[in-house]
């Protein structure tokens, strides 16, 4: 089936400084990548939408500044929180899908971040 | 605007079945999914429906009346592994996935 990994699987870093996380479809090219945030007991929130060579569309609220997203490949993309600060904990994670028009994502494991 | 309702919580017994419900309220439809997400965990596919009527896959069945905006999870002899969040999910006319809150499920032996 098709496997979406995720790297790093667990971060924490200090207030102000920047994390990358990575998504990588490892068995098939995805079209469209997503990343989503959830809080503990909360439901996922989509955070923004990424197509392979063009930019992020970002979900109302989601400062794209702040939360940096690269689809440079049809196998990866990359997200990069900037200048984290403690409110930014979350479980981060990104699904892909073999069309922009899909029946099905498939998810990568998470990402979980703590900022200190 | 869009919605998505299911129950918070719910408690079964190890070995019985038990059927969680999720209404929708989205701006058109193009299908209902249900995932399923241990604690700490991403999410994984159970199911996806877009026509009227019951899917059996397995111990897990899902079942979609689109009139009702309505379906469910149903599962059998269910085990203790079973244990979990499930999350019902509504894609929209944009293809945009609306998520529930996701129902915690809690078996006892």
């Known amino acids: 089936g098709a496997v979406v990994s995720q790297h790093p699987s667990r971060v924490i870093c200090k207030s102000g400084t920047s994390v990358k996380i990575e998504c990588r479809s490892l068995?098939?090219?995805?079209?469209?990548m997503f990343w989503y945030r959830q809080f503990p007991k909360k439901s996922l929130m989509l955070m923004a939408t990424?197509?392979?060579?063009?930019?992020?569309?970002?979900e109302q609220g989601v400062e794209k500044d702040k939360f940096l997203i690269n689809h440079a490949s049809l196998t990866l993309s990359t997200l990069t929180v900037t200048s984290a600060h403690p409110e930014d904990s979350s479980f981060y994670i990104c699904?892909?899908?073999?069309?922009?028009?899909?029946?099905?994502?498939?998810f990568g494991p998470g990402t979980r971040l703590t900022v200190l | 605007g869009q919605n998505i309702d299911q129950p918070t919580e719910m408690t079964a017994t190890e070995g019985a079945i038990v059927q969680i419900n999720c209404t929708y309220q989205?701006?058109?439809?193009?299908?209902l999914f249900w995932y399923q997400q241990h604690a700490g965990e991403a999410p994984t596919f159970l199911s996806y429906?877009?026509l009227d009527g019951l899917e059996e896959k397995g111990r897990f069945s899902s079942f979609l009346s689109r009139s009702k905006g309505y379906s469910y999870l149903l599962l059998k002899e269910l085990q203790m592994k079973d244990s979990a969040s499930y999350l019902c999910?509504?894609?929209?006319?944009?293809?945009?996935?609306?998520w529930g809150a996701g129902t915690k499920l809690i078996i006892k032996p």
């Open positions: 989205t701006s058109g439809f193009n299908g």
């Open positions: 068995d098939f090219q995805a079209t469209t």
């Open positions: 990424s197509n392979e060579g063009s930019k992020a569309t970002y």
């Open positions: 429906n877009v």
């Open positions: 999910a509504a894609l929209d006319s944009n293809y945009q996935l609306i």
């Open positions: 699904s892909a899908s073999l069309g922009q028009n899909y029946n099905e994502q498939f």
